[in-house]
T-cell receptor, first 113, second 108 residues
Framework: DAGITQSPRHKVTETGTPVTLRCHQT?????MYWYRQDPGHGLRLIHY???????DKGEVSDGYSVSRSKTEDFLLTLESATSSQTSVYFC????????????FGEGSRLTVL | KNEVEQSPQNLTAQEGEFITINCSYS?????LHWLQQHPGGGIVSLFM???GKKKHGRLIATINIQEKHSSLHITASHPRDSAVYIC??????????FGKGTRLHILP
C-alpha cells in the first residue's frame, strides 16, 4: 500500500464543463500515473510524472492536462469534458519507475452527460 | 510499440482446479507485473518480476525473458479468486503498458 487516495470517487458532469481529479499520496514516491479504464481496453496511460513539475504524455493524452506542483499531489484536468471522457480513472504510483512495484488508488468514476 | 497480449480473455473453472493465465509481449522490458482487480474494486499488485519465478501462497508467476512470455498460475483455485487478472509491462522509458485482462470465474 502506497497510501494513494483519489477524489472525487464519483462525479457526474455536463459536456463542456471543466473537471479536476486529484490523486494524493502519502509515501512520496517519485513516479505517478493517470490511467483510464474502459470496457474492451486495457488500462491506458493518459499522463505520468517523474518528479515535481516533470510530466509527460501517455497514449491517450488529448483533452487532458496534468500538474504536479508538489510530490504528494498529481492533478488531472479535463478542460472541457466530453462524453468520450466518461470512464473510470485510476491513479498509480511507484518509487523507482520502470523497476518499481505499482500501487493504485481506488478509482474515480466520471460520467459526462 | 509494445503490445501486451493475454490469454484466455475469459476463463471459467471449478473450485480446486489449477489455473494458468498467459501473457506475451513484443519488445524488451524492464519488469512485468501481475495485477488483480475484483468486480467494482480497486487494482492490487500481485507480483513484479524481471526473471525466473515468484510464489505467494497459492499464486505462482513465471517469466521467460527470451520468449517474451509470462504465466500466472493459481493452485487449488477458490471462488474468492474470481477476478480480472491483468498483465502489465514496464518499458525502459518508464511507461507501463497493460494487457486487456483475463476474467476468471471459479465455480463452487
Amino acid at each position: 500500500d502506497a497510501g494513494i487516495t483519489q477524489s472525487p470517487r464519483h462525479k457526474v458532469t455536463e459536456t463542456g464543463t471543466p473537471v479536476t481529479l486529484r490523486c494524493h499520496q502519502t509515501e512520496n514516491h517519485r513516479y505517478m500515473y493517470w490511467y483510464r479504464q474502459d470496457p474492451g481496453h486495457g488500462l491506458r496511460l493518459i499522463h505520468y510524472s517523474y518528479g515535481v513539475k516533470d510530466t509527460d504524455k501517455g497514449e491517450v493524452s488529448d483533452g487532458y492536462s496534468v500538474s504536479r506542483s508538489k510530490t504528494e499531489d498529481f492533478l488531472l484536468t479535463l478542460e472541457s469534458a466530453t462524453s468520450s471522457q466518461t470512464s473510470v480513472y485510476f491513479c498509480a504510483n511507484n518509487r523507482t519507475g520502470n523497476t518499481g512495484e505499482l500501487f493504485f488508488g481506488e478509482g474515480s468514476r466520471l460520467t459526462v452527460l | 510499440k509494445n503490445e501486451v497480449e493475454q490469454s484466455p480473455q475469459n476463463l471459467t473453472a471449478q473450485e480446486g482446479e489449477f489455473i494458468t493465465i498467459n501473457c506475451s509481449y513484443s519488445v524488451g522490458i524492464s519488469a512485468l507485473h501481475w495485477l488483480q482487480q475484483h468486480p467494482g474494486g480497486g487494482i492490487v499488485s500481485l507480483f513484479m518480476l524481471s526473471s525466473g519465478k515468484k510464489k505467494h501462497g497459492r499464486l505462482i508467476a513465471t517469466i521467460n525473458i527470451q520468449e517474451k512470455h509470462s504465466s500466472l498460475h493459481i493452485t487449488a483455485s477458490h471462488p474468492r479468486d474470481s477476478a480480472v487478472y491483468i498483465c502489465a509491462v514496464s518499458m525502459r522509458d518508464d511507461k507501463i503498458i497493460f494487457g486487456k485482462g483475463t476474467r476468471l470465474h471459479i465455480l463452487p
